[in-house]
């Protein structure tokens, strides 16, 4: 009877080998301490209805300080992160703004300056937030995969929602009114376009009132769509720059390469390269200035150069 049950259990081990390895394709293995440790962002990813925490092995390092023009907004966002990360009280984050202004960047440039005091990010997609209950489980103090020494920036980029997209609703929960208690240091930062991230319509706003005290209220349908923006407790307006902030960017990407100022037609060429695209901020001044840095190093600038050189 031993025999026929070691042969049997020789005959199982292999089987049983090949369905751990399927389930860990399929399901993904834990996040451990010593990925948190090596890693400092990660994607949250769902496939087949299974979420996990992917590494992102090369993270894209900004600096804050290059953020001109909009302090108020940058210190605030800081100052928000410095309580997190210190276990005091904290607001969810919603940055809004014209596109193109610093909102993803500053949450980069909050990575670069934090990472070493135990700041980590988790980037989800608009399409995953169904599942973000889930990861909010996951990144709960006292897991055994997510040692409580981290605090977390869980970062939906460029979000907004039609009048009946998936994920809508869980994260409205998610940030406040839900049920399920939500873990401690785990900061959720938001960028979008839409300061109320989803779009509303003229009949929404006509049925809008005012009542006999002469207070203002919204229709039900645009009560429903400011519920989700009024739960971010830090909403921060990033704006598109005047033509001195503009200049000034410029500039500070120039000296960042080693090129010392902006004369008259280096200016000339910086406004009809913004005039081109519509408008002012600090991507397209980063485009020109990525642009007259390669054409400076090639020798290609025009007559006068446009730039000099330290």
């Not at 451990?32 to 390092?61: L, Q, Y």
Request: charged share 25%; proline share 3%; glycine share 10%.
């Amino acid at each position: 009877m031993s025999d026929l049950l070691e042969r049997f259990s020789a005959r199982l081990d292999p089987i049983l080998e090949r369905v751990d390895r399927f389930l860990a394709n399929f399901v993904g293995s834990p996040p451990t301490a010593a990925v948190f440790e090596s890693a400092h962002a990660f994607r949250w990813r769902t496939a087949r209805g299974v979420g996990r925490i992917e590494p992102i092995d090369s993270v894209s390092s900004f600096d804050l300080e290059s953020l001109i023009g909009v302090d108020r907004a940058v210190e605030a966002l800081d100052r928000n992160t410095r309580q997190l990360l210190a276990n005091l009280p904290y607001n969810d984050v919603l940055l809004y703004g014209e596109r193109g202004t610093g909102k993803s960047s500053a949450v980069r440039g909050l990575l670069t300056r934090y990472a070493a005091d135990g700041l980590r990010i988790v980037e989800v997609d608009r399409a995953d937030l169904a599942e973000l209950p889930e990861l909010l489980r996951i990144l709960g103090d006292g897991t055994s995969e997510v040692p409580d020494a981290y605090s977390f920036l869980v970062f939906c980029d460029d979000l907004s929602f039609g009048s009946s997209e998936l994920g809508f609703r869980e994260l409205k929960a998610a940030l406040e009114g839900g049920i399920e208690a939500r873990p401690n240091r785990v900061c959720v930062v938001a960028t979008s376009n839409r300061r109320h991230l989803l779009p509303e319509t003229m009949h929404e706003n006509r049925a809008a009132y005012v009542d006999a005290d002469n207070e203002l209220h919204h229709g039900e349908a645009l009560d429903e769509k400011l519920a989700l923006s009024d739960r971010f407790g830090l909403v921060l307006g990033f704006y598109a720059c005047n033509q001195a902030t503009y200049l000034s960017i410029v500039t500070h990407w120039l000296n960042e390469a080693g090129i010392e100022f902006l004369d008259d037609i280096g200016r000339e060429a910086a406004l009809r390269f913004a005039l081109e695209r519509g408008g002012r901020n600090g991507r397209i001044a980063r485009q020109f200035a990525n642009e007259w840095i390669g054409r400076t190093q090639l020798g290609e600038t025009p007559k006068g150069g446009g730039f000099r050189n330290r």
